[in-house]
């Protein structure tokens, strides 16, 4: 599909509605549109969303690279890109935010828990990463991600199935039920090579962890490098059964 048959589809899927859709309206845009965008360029599989969505359409970003935020910024100059601020990244991380949204067109909307690290303790018990995983990522990530959701109808990720063996399925058009919302991964199909070429053909900022050996990056107590050939993802909560934090779950 060329990104213009996509914009004249998302044209007619859109109505005259951009905003506002019922559940059960998203769910449907969903089984009408998963098989078709499927095979769809990842440009094209962001415009379809920008011109069905409107404004209610975001970007998710963990900052390990900015490749979805170009592709979407390409597509809707200004779109909101969330972040999920923990309180626990690795500077770099926090350098590559500032840079994305310094240089890239883009608006920003940084997402902050509930409760800041010094609440947490005092409430929960000093590093809580190290007792409960899973309650420190739902209060630091899910349950934040979940309120901000509020405000849009779609959301797009940087998903890959080439990522590990737990996202082999992960579709380009889903529905997120426990959100109620329609989950975009437009680059899902991508392997490592395409991300490698789209980031040196199109100059695209990638935190420099990613050359210092943590091909995934998420929090710094729960991130570690890892060698040559294992897993990307088995620096992640690295000995222990847990291999995502809750969002795609
Ligand atoms: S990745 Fe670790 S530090 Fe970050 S929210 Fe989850 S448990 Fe907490």
Redesign the pocket.
Known sequence: MTTTAATELARAARGTEASGRTPEELRELVSIWAAELEAAPASAIIEWAAGTFGDRFAVASSMGDAVVADLASKAVPGIDLLFLD?G?HFIETIGTRDAVAATMPVTLINITPRQTVAEQDAEYGKD??NRD?DL??K???VDPLNAALGNYDAWATGLRRAETRNRVIAPVLDWDAKRQKVKVSPIARWSDDDIERYIAENGILVNPLAYDGYPSI??E??TRRVAPGEDPRSGR?AGSNKTE?GIHT
């Open positions: 923990t626990y809580l990463f995983t420190c990522c209060l630091r990530k998420g929090c107590p729960c909560w934090c």
